[in-house]
């Protein structure tokens, strides 16, 4: 049974071999070395140190013998990874958490995807009740989350999607771990939460554990696999969110010869503690996650060690520095203008006029001002930064135009100056010199768009 199944991994390899580019780059393998990792699957070369075992957000390993689920030989299909509470990782509902790898034979550079989703203060956004505005996976997360049954977390992008049908990028061709959304703190947290029962019943004992859950995923990545040459950090909504907010230690500590930020979705606006609501709108939802996440307690004096000119004062600040921090790394952020999803959570809960719009078209017109107000803010920022590009096309007309990469790249485009979103990516990861900016002027080329009957089909669906 030993020589079949070494026979059918260099059978593997060879097909592996014939859909993989023909000109090699930083991080891949040559063709003997993919075929000896298949036959023996490569040793992780970077594990983490004793002293890094230590300290206020160490790295904690699976205890001697847990069975996390993992197989170093299986490739090209993702495998779950289940972390002890040893390590410090649990998700909200105190469930173990877990995570997604999905490994190839042929290159070290690596994809870490962080999920989407919602965030959550109370009873109600934490416990499942407020839907698709309060925390995702608020029961944990199954062993089978990355399978056609859930196509929202195994195809949600071209970005971890292997083989999407037209969209095309070259983290297709790289190792994959998925990092799913469940504790409902923009993988930012640290803090056990107590929120009341409205209705008299047992309160919710929830976990906002994001930032501990993070560490223990780079810590497993570090004890098992190798170091990417390449390193893209990468996810929409929250999960974009939790790219840039845990770049500095997971760049830090992962060590790649390059390194990139794709944040999709989820910006962090300027909103100074000392500042007023109506110059900045996002100051009041900084407020509220400060205090319910714990952010002040330990996770942003965690963010200063790693990032120069941070200021704990304004959140905002993180773009410039980890732009300084990084300065040889290629940034970059995307979204919608008419973004109507991101927006109702940052305002429709803190700004009265808003909460309390007599239709939804006065209600969606606030909320596009007030997210031009912090976008423009954001661009403008983002225009001084040589190594922070931003991509800023107007609207697609699915899931509340919110999420320029998922789906497919197509329709997240910039007509009047002939870009597609993939033109964004190739120049974010492949490109020299300052990254691109693009930001679409007008709405009109989205609005008169054909009728998309996917994108119809798919917000049934969400």
Not at 220 to 229: E, G, H
Request: glycine fraction near 8%; include cysteine; charge should be negative.
């Amino acid at each position: 049974m030993g020589a079949l199944r070494h026979l059918t991994a260099v059978a593997a390899a060879l097909f592996m071999l014939s859909s993989t580019p023909a000109l090699a780059e930083l991080g891949d393998y040559s063709a003997l070395r993919t075929v000896l990792n298949l036959l023996f699957p490569p040793a992780p070369d970077r594990p983490v140190t004793p002293g890094e075992r230590v300290g206020e957000y160490p790295l904690l390993a699976n205890p001697a013998g847990y069975d996390d689920g993992f197989s170093p030989g299986v490739y090209r299909v993702w495998q779950t990874v289940r972390l002890a509470p040893q390590t410090g990782a649990v998700c909200g509902n105190g469930s173990p958490y877990k995570f997604f790898v999905n490994r190839v034979p042929n290159t070290s550079n690596m994809l870490i995807y962080m999920e989407g989703g919602g965030a959550c203060w109370d009873y109600a956004s934490c416990s499942g009740q407020a839907g698709v505005r309060g925390a995702r996976n608020p029961d944990g997360i199954p062993d089978d989350y990355m399978t056609l049954l859930n196509p929202g977390a195994s195809l949600v992008s071209p970005l971890v999607f292997r083989d999407h049908p037209w969209s095309r990028v070259k983290t297709q061709n790289w190792n994959l771990v998925y990092v799913p959304y469940c504790t409902g703190d923009i993988y930012s947290g640290d803090r056990v939460a107590v929120y009341p029962n409205p209705d008299g019943g047992a309160p919710l004992i929830w976990h906002h554990n994001g930032l501990r859950n993070v560490r223990a995923v780079l810590s497993w990545i570090r004890d098992n696999l190798q170091r990417p040459a390449q390193l893209l950090s990468s996810g929409c909504s929250a999960g974009g969110v939790g790219s840039l907010v845990n770049y500095a230690h997971l760049r830090g500590d992962m060590a790649p010869t390059r390194a990139y930020l794709l944040n999709d979705s989820g910006p962090v606006f300027d909103a100074p503690v000392s500042g007023d609501p109506a110059v900045y709108p996002s100051l009041p939802l900084h407020s509220q996650i400060r205090t319910a996440w714990g952010l002040d307690d330990g996770p942003l004096a965690f963010l200063d060690s790693r990032l120069n000119g941070l200021d704990l004062g304004n959140l905002g600040t993180i773009n410039r520095a980890v732009s300084s921090t990084f300065g040889n790394d290629r940034l970059g952020h995307t979204h919608f203008w008419l973004d109507l999803n991101y927006s109702a959570y940052s305002y429709e809960r803190f700004h009265p006029d808003i909460a309390n719009a007599p239709d939804t078209a006065t209600r969606n017109a606030l909320l596009h001002a007030r997210w031009a107000q912090d976008t423009e803010r954001l661009r403008s920022e983002l225009a001084s930064l040589y190594n922070y590009g931003y991509y800023l096309p107007q609207f697609r007309a699915v899931n509340e135009s919110h999420c320029t990469t998922i789906i497919e790249f197509a329709n997240a485009d910039i007509q009047e100056a002939g870009l597609e979103l993939d033109h964004f990516i190739r120049n974010l990861m492949e490109g020299s010199g300052a990254v691109m900016e693009a930001s679409e002027s007008s709405p009109d080329a989205d609005l008169n768009k054909p009728f998309n009957p996917l994108y119809f089909l798919l917000d049934q669906l969400l």
